[in-house]
């Protein structure tokens, strides 16, 4: 069963470009969260997602930053007007649908280096 | 979800047992203990979680008190791949939408 996929792994922008980072959740898996981790520091939720709806964003910054979840189709975290401090980790994670003690899955990390 | 308290860092002989304490003493009777690492680089892992019972699986063993407040995870046999920061989370789970927040974590270093 494959994991959580994410790509690009790695992505260098130049400041006021855009970032499209794509994430496949687990097969089976309708819920999708993105964290983001500065360098040197945690891990930070930014938004969860089920198919077609989001469902929290309040971690995500109020400009630039949206989400989205198609019925078909990877979730998709865009960065629009990128600025260094932009510069992090992003994380996806997948878990099934309502199960009592389910466990979130994350995927290995898009790099994003604005320049 | 109730906050966790961990040690900042640990260091442990390869070989030897690693015991990683958390302490969980506003814990609710419907949050589960989970447990991750993240491996420099690299996302973070599932390791293990429970409710009230001891766990064990390939990877570790869970060991929750009976007051629930606080937890130890046990690698039995460290090596030198298990460097990572470890991360002990208390969290609601009857619902997926219930996020993981992380702390700061426990860093163990793995000595050969």
């Known amino acids: 069963n494959a994991g959580v996929m994410q790509n690009p792994r790695h992505l260098v922008r130049r400041r006021g470009q855009e970032a499209r980072l794509r994430c496949s959740p687990m097969k089976g898996h309708s819920h999708v969260y993105w964290y983001r981790q500065l360098p040197e520091e945690g891990l930070k939720f930014m938004v969860y997602?089920?198919?077609?709806?989001?469902?929290?964003e309040s971690g995500m910054p109020k400009e630039r930053f949206s989400a989205e979840f198609p019925k078909e189709g990877p979730s998709i975290l865009r960065i629009q007007q990128v600025v260094r401090g932009d510069s992090a980790a992003y994380f996806c994670?997948?878990?099934?649908?309502?199960?009592?003690?389910?466990?979130?899955?994350f995927g290995e990390g898009s790099w994003l280096t604005v320049v | 979800d109730a906050k966790t308290t961990q040690p900042p860092s640990m260091d442990c002989a390869e070989g030897r047992a690693a015991n990683l304490p958390c302490n969980h003493s506003t814990i609710s009777g419907n949050e589960y203990v989970y447990w991750y690492r993240q491996i420099h680089s690299q996302g973070p892992q599932y390791i293990i979680h429970?409710?009230?019972n001891n766990e064990t699986n390939e990877m570790a063993s869970l060991i929750i008190t009976e007051d629930r407040k606080s937890s130890t995870l046990i690698l039995p046999h460290a090596t030198l791949r298990d460097t990572a920061v470890y991360y002990c989370?208390?969290?609601?789970?009857?619902?997926?939408?219930?996020?993981?927040?992380f702390g700061g974590g426990t860093r163990l270093m793995v000595k050969p």
């Open positions: 994670a997948s878990s099934h649908r309502e199960v009592s003690g389910n466990t979130i899955y």
């Open positions: 429970g409710l009230k």
């Open positions: 997602l089920q198919k077609e709806n989001i469902i929290d």
């Open positions: 989370i208390v969290r609601v789970a009857l619902h997926a939408g219930n996020m993981l927040t």
